[in-house]
């Protein structure tokens, strides 16, 4: 399959093998390999040409959605630094109530001058859904909605999955009680439909 010779995106889908182009003409980028002077596509997308650093790349469909500020997202907490909280982020759910995978970074910041006693709890390991306050190379998250929050957490003694109890989370197996800022629907999530432009 070739490529078309104007420059941006072009709208034909390739798939992991099509030759894209040729090493003469343009550098391998993203999810593109150079084989013996073929440039051949790694993965399922787009074709994207940069015209001005002559650099072929494919973007994926993860690339191609792009949840904005408003959007409501799910990830898992895998940093805690002082109380701003890194987001890893996996999915996001569009108006239409369509979820997409994405791997984008979040972050849960404390307002300045917070009393620490007061912040809403949510700790590393933590499963999130949040949603975006500001979109940029990374996002901005609250948590603060009664449907925001905690989805999934785990016993910080055992690891086992936490079961709600009233107002707080219960280990099933030891019986160590945590407290959480959990979402309203924590323990009976129903995530959305999943989308993928691949089927
Ligand atoms: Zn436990």
């Not at 197996?173 to 009680?177: E, G, M, S």
């Not at 129903?190 to 089927?199: A, I, Q, T």
């Given at each position: 399959?070739?490529?078309?010779?104007?420059?941006?995106?072009?709208?034909?889908?390739?798939?992991?093998?099509?030759?894209?182009?040729?090493?003469?003409?343009?550098?391998?980028?993203?999810?593109?390999?150079?084989?013996?002077?073929?440039?051949?596509?790694?993965?399922?997308?787009?074709?994207?040409?940069?015209?001005?650093?002559?650099?072929?790349?494919?973007?994926?469909?993860?690339?191609?959605?792009?949840?904005?500020?408003?959007?409501?997202?799910?990830?898992?907490?895998?940093?805690?630094?002082?109380?701003?909280?890194?987001?890893?982020?996996?999915?996001?759910?569009?108006?239409?109530?369509?979820?997409?995978?994405?791997?984008?970074?979040?972050?849960?910041?404390?307002?300045?001058?917070?009393?620490?006693?007061?912040?809403?709890?949510?700790?590393?390991?933590?499963?999130?859904?949040?949603?975006?306050?500001?979109?940029?190379?990374?996002?901005?998250?609250?948590?603060?909605?009664?449907?925001?929050?905690v989805i999934i957490a785990?016993?910080?003694?055992?690891?086992?999955r936490l079961m709600r109890d009233q107002a707080v989370l219960k280990?099933p197996?030891?019986?160590?009680?945590e407290?959480r800022?959990i979402a309203s629907d924590y323990g009976e999530v129903?995530?959305?439909?999943?989308?993928?432009?691949?089927?």
């Open positions: 399959m070739q490529v078309k010779r104007d420059g941006g995106l072009d709208n034909n889908f390739v798939l992991p093998g099509d030759e894209i182009g040729i090493a003469e003409e343009y550098l391998p980028g993203r999810n593109v390999a150079d084989q013996d002077g073929k440039l051949m596509s790694l993965a399922f997308g787009n074709v994207f040409r940069d015209e001005r650093r002559l650099v072929l790349s494919v973007r994926t469909t993860k690339e191609k959605h792009r949840a904005r500020t408003g959007d409501i997202v799910y990830g898992q907490v895998v940093k805690d630094d002082r109380g701003t909280q890194t987001v890893r982020v996996g999915a996001f759910e569009d108006r239409s109530g369509m979820l997409y995978e994405i791997d984008m970074t979040g972050l849960i910041r404390q307002p300045r001058g917070h009393n620490p006693d007061s912040a809403p709890i949510i700790k590393i390991g933590d499963y999130i859904r949040a949603k975006i306050t500001r979109d940029g190379d990374y996002y901005d998250l609250g948590i603060m909605s009664p449907n925001l929050g785990f016993c910080s003694l055992c690891r086992t280990c197996n030891c019986d160590h009680v407290r800022k129903y995530l959305p439909p999943e989308r993928n432009d691949l089927k």
